[in-house]
């Protein structure tokens, strides 16, 4: 079920539920998913207070929420998603179409966000697509960042763990730091499977940002806050070339909010083409809280599969 409501200062924003859950997408702006969580329930994702009914203007704005940017981090990821989004129906699903980013520092790049939720439950699957309407190619991957709200921890898995011998001397994964990233800061914890990062909104750290990226061949990532699991899932392609050393997920964190994101395989679009990202959520509630290994595995990893 989808309807158009307000929503903090935005007059097109459109409510997609199923019972279970709901989603409130912004069609002023974005397109942005500001809001997912169970009917009646609290929003697991972060939103920018202060950027709130904001309309127009030059400048990017966070907003909060989840989004769609292009990789490598450089000018045109910050084109401002300022401009109002059109909307269709395709049968179970809403998509919601950017304008072509067409002023610096846009490249003639298009987005969309097609949303499909499942009749019952939890899930939904984003299709996230980015088209080049330039006459040149160009080469990007797709990144789908999606701020969570303060006080949880992110996790992500490991690829395997495997003692040496002669079938193993080759590394298995990156693990990309950044030039703030400091791995004595408490925030972490590197353990033998699993990655944390804990968003902490004190602000006793020498680097307020902490980030990093692996290659996830589990293909998910979770975001544990208050009992409640957010979970993403994604497709891996082994044999691809994924952007920033490798990298296919990717967690940040801040003293406001923790990123969980997901990045598609490097392409070279031509003019005309196209690439699609996808990502299939879940969300669960009355999660047993813990902070170890033993209950990601005991706890969480049932609940994910």
Not at 92 to 116: H, M, W, Y
Not at 145 to 153: K, L
Not at 165 to 189: E, I, M, N, Q
Request: glycine share 8%; hydrophobic share 40%.
């Amino acid at each position: 079920m989808i309807e158009k409501i307000s929503w903090r200062g935005w007059n097109n924003v459109y409510r997609i539920w199923n019972g279970t859950v709901q989603l409130l997408v912004l069609a002023d702006v974005g397109p942005r998913i500001i809001w997912y969580g169970f009917d009646e329930g609290e929003n697991i994702l972060h939103e920018v207070a202060s950027d709130a009914g904001l309309l127009g203007g030059k400048e990017f704005r966070l907003y909060g929420g989840h989004r769609l940017w292009v990789s490598p981090e450089v000018e045109r990821t910050y084109f401002p998603d300022n401009r109002p989004v059109a909307i269709e129906r395709h049968g179970e699903c809403a998509r919601f179409t950017a304008a072509v980013e067409d002023s610096p520092p846009g490249s003639n790049l298009q987005k969309e966000l097609e949303i499909e939720l499942e009749k019952t439950g939890s899930s939904l699957h984003l299709h996230h697509r980015v088209i080049n309407h330039d006459t040149r190619p160009t080469e990007l991957a797709p990144w789908a960042p999606t701020m969570m709200r303060a006080g949880g921890r992110a996790i992500l898995p490991l690829p395997p763990r495997i003692a040496m011998d002669k079938d193993h001397y080759l590394p298995v994964g990156p693990l990309t730091l950044w030039s703030f990233t400091d791995l004595a800061d408490p925030r972490w914890r590197f353990g033998t499977e699993y990655i944390q990062l804990i968003q902490r909104m004190d602000s006793n750290f020498r680097y307020q940002e902490q980030m990093t990226g692996i290659f996830n061949p589990a293909g998910w990532g979770a975001y544990f806050c208050n009992n409640f699991l957010f979970v993403k899932h994604v497709p891996i392609s082994p044999a691809a070339t994924y952007p920033d050393f490798g990298c296919n997920f990717e967690i940040f964190t801040n003293r406001d909010f923790l990123e969980l994101e997901t990045l598609g395989p490097k392409v070279v679009l031509p003019s005309g083409a196209h690439v699609t990202h996808t990502e299939t959520w879940q969300l669960l509630r009355d999660v047993p809280a813990g902070d170890d290994e033993q209950w990601i595995r005991s706890v969480l990893l049932p609940l994910v599969k």
